[in-house]
């Protein structure tokens, strides 16, 4: 996991930020979306463009050697398995039905999980600041309920499916609240808010907590009018991680 070194706190009316470089800003958004080592699990909820639900469970192990993320549905059991190694830009994949294991390269990595309105490289954790360049200085604007936010706009550096991301950032714990994805040709095809400070179960704890990283992600795909919600219930910091999980010979046992 990259590890962003803390930022001072933002004053009282958070107006701090106008001080900082859009570069500052970007690496506390990528501080703010990592996830602590541990063990996590919820479930994600997509929902196609005519109405139907596809629900399945998912757990999330997070070590210093990469991410592994599993699908589960009742029916079926496992129906996907995720590795991401290299700070997330080596990504394999696990298809349970079609039996294939594959490691994603560009383009692919953009590719929808399961029909849903995240891709691979969403969930990688693999860093803003690395991958793109700010497009223009941040400015101040207004969201919904009258709030001021951050606002500003990141273009990639290498050749990517992601043409420009717009970014809102809380003024004043510079926390990501949504991300809004345009293609190459700067249309606007999906948008992502990001949810903090919801109670989780800590396992390990056997008490509720309330979390400084994402709880829930919902993502608006526009072309396909797919709605996707993916939770956190569960986080459990206490329990060994098997390094055999960020192998990619396991994927497919």
Known sequence: ???????????????????RPVQAL???????????????????????????PN??????????????????SPARGVTLRVLYLRQGEEIWVWDARRRDLLQLRGADQYKAIMRSGLSFRDLSG???EANYHPANV??????????????????????SSYGRISVIQDPGNLRPMRLDVYDQNTVLFKTMEISYD???????????????WPVRWEALDLETGTITRLEIYTFD????????LFRPDYLNR
């Open 1 to 19: 996991m990259l590890m962003v070194p803390s930022l001072p706190a933002e004053d009282g009316n958070g107006t701090g930020w106008k001080d």
């Open 26 to 52: 970007v690496a506390a958004l990528d501080s703010s979306l990592n996830y602590p080592v541990g063990m996590y699990s919820g479930k994600i909820t997509i929902i196609d463009e005519k109405g139907r």
């Open 55 to 72: 629900m399945q469970d998912f757990q999330m192990h997070v070590s210093e050697k990469g991410r592994f993320l599993e699908f589960t």
């Open 126 to 128: 693999a860093s803003l």
């Open 138 to 159: 941040a400015k101040e604007v207004k969201i919904e309920g009258g709030e001021s936010a951050i606002n500003y706009s990141l273009i990639p550096m290498l050749p």
């Open 198 to 212: 919801i109670p989780v179960l800590h396992l390990g704890k056997k008490k509720d907590v309330v979390p400084s």
């Open 237 to 244: 910091d206490t329990l060994e991680i098997s390094d055999s």
